[in-house]
DNA sequence: AGATGATTTGAGATTATTTCACAAATCTGC
DNA sequence: GCAGATTTGTGAAATAATCTCAAATCATCT
């Protein structure tokens, strides 16, 4: 990147929204056009968005939530949006409940009825979103150490915090399924935490869209017998759908 | 606000980033026009942000990190950048600091360099911030209940969680200063949590700008003696930098 | 240093988008 | 069912974004 594009992007990272005649104001040793260039440039590393007549920054957790692993998330985004509809549906009053990371969760606490409950999560993006939409919900965030590619805590003590949490239902996020690995994820702390939340509470409800199904991820945090209810899309087969009722869980 | 605009919002939502002929053949009932008119009312109210044609989701923590208090904070942002830049140069590699939640505090984190060091925080949005757009620090988040108006956690444990924490630097935020009140905050749990920090820091910088001078918030948590080193904008009068000097205090 | 090729830049023309003004349609309260 | 207020749609005018291409700049090699 240019030592122009750099300088563009911090004005405009400290001024948070800015005009095009501005911008060619301040930078008026160039041209209308090669800053409008550079905003396009800018624009495509995800440092800010281009309004109509100008430009903004791009806000952090918004990538977060929505793009966070680029175009396979958004092309998954029907599905995830099936399935954070119907897990919504399943949200009690005056419970307490754990909602996992992942961009799945995120679509989730979107659709989070604004309704008495405590919610405990380790997404902190998560934790943000509800607390700023919704007014009714009480956000408990885990401490610890913020991962950068997960947005989420893990940390030597949030087993300890867990046990002082009771847990009523856990929405929880997988990564992958196959029959012989059960529900696995690609962290080795997520995996703890996955294990320790499944443990304490009364009952497991599992989101996974279809597109994981039959991935397998390094670490398993789940077998099909923790599970009570499993969520998934309309387009997850049939014969899956199946194995899973043989099982005894309830499946969305 | 009418059925369509919320169907728009959530539409939008649902999306994050639309056109407005995508806008337009979704709501095919209306005309464009209409939705362009939508679209103005929703951005208003800050629930998205028009681009070039169409409109984007408006990003949950753009709005905490800068226009949370609305427009008196945006008139100072002049005053808390020149704030942040300097408490930016002090920051020094390898060490364990803590950074308190606000809009300084949020500018700062995006001055903060790119080196490795410890940051430590009670604001979420401020963690996320520096996880996503820097490499090199470490992010520790502190685990609790997230106050919905200040977008920071307390809680029982958090005094505990300190404990086991070692704060080298401590950059703390304060909403309003007079001689006999001292450092003051609005929130009480705010309160105790910054007088435990900084109880056990080395070192104490604190953050204000000149607009917070010479007012009086219902929580004191701290006083001169407390604080290290006080950083504030060129807007600050001569005679309150010169008292702090009296005082030991390193004013920059 | 000078030639060569690649990249970057700026001005104007072109195209697309947004705004504006006003008339038609719809809604509201009586 | 009527009068006033609000909302909506249409097309013209204004505004902004994109495209094209030639000039300028930069980098590389001899």
């Given at each position: 990147m240019k030592e122009r594009q750099e300088a563009i992007k911090r004005y405009i990272e400290r001024k948070g929204d800015v005009t095009l005649s501005e911008l060619s104001n301040a930078f008026?040793?160039?041209s209308e056009m090669t800053i409008r260039r550079d905003l396009e440039f800018l624009e495509q590393r995800r440092f800010l968005i281009r309004t109509k007549r100008g430009a903004r920054i791009m806000p952090t957790s918004y990538e977060v939530s929505v793009g966070m692993y680029g175009e396979r998330e958004k092309r998954n985004c029907d599905l995830k949006q099936e399935i954070a509809t119907k897990a919504a549906s399943l949200v009690e009053t005056d419970i307490s409940m754990f909602l996992d990371a992942g961009s799945t969760a995120m679509m989730f606490a979107r659709e989070?009825?604004?309704?008495n409950l405590i919610v405990i999560t380790s997404a902190p993006n998560i934790g943000i979103e509800i607390v700023l939409k919704k007014t009714n919900p009480t956000v408990i965030l885990l401490g610890g150490t913020l991962a950068r590619k997960t947005i989420s805590i893990s940390g030597l003590n949030v087993l300890d915090q867990l046990k002082t949490l009771n847990i009523d239902t856990a929405f929880m996020c997988a990564s992958g399924y196959t029959d012989a690995t059960g529900f696995s994820v690609g962290g080795q702390h997520e995996c703890v935490l996955k294990r320790a939340v499944i443990a304490s509470a009364r009952r497991v409800i599992m989101m996974m869209d279809?597109?994981?199904?039959?991935s397998i991820l390094p670490?398993?945090?789940?077998?099909?017998?923790?599970?009570d209810t499993f969520i998934t899309d309309s387009k997850a087969p049939e014969s899956i759908k199946a194995a899973f009722r043989a099982a005894g869980i309830e499946v969305i």
């Open positions: 008026s040793d160039w989070l009825p604004d309704r279809s597109s994981k199904l039959n670490f398993t945090f789940a077998r099909l017998s923790d599970v």
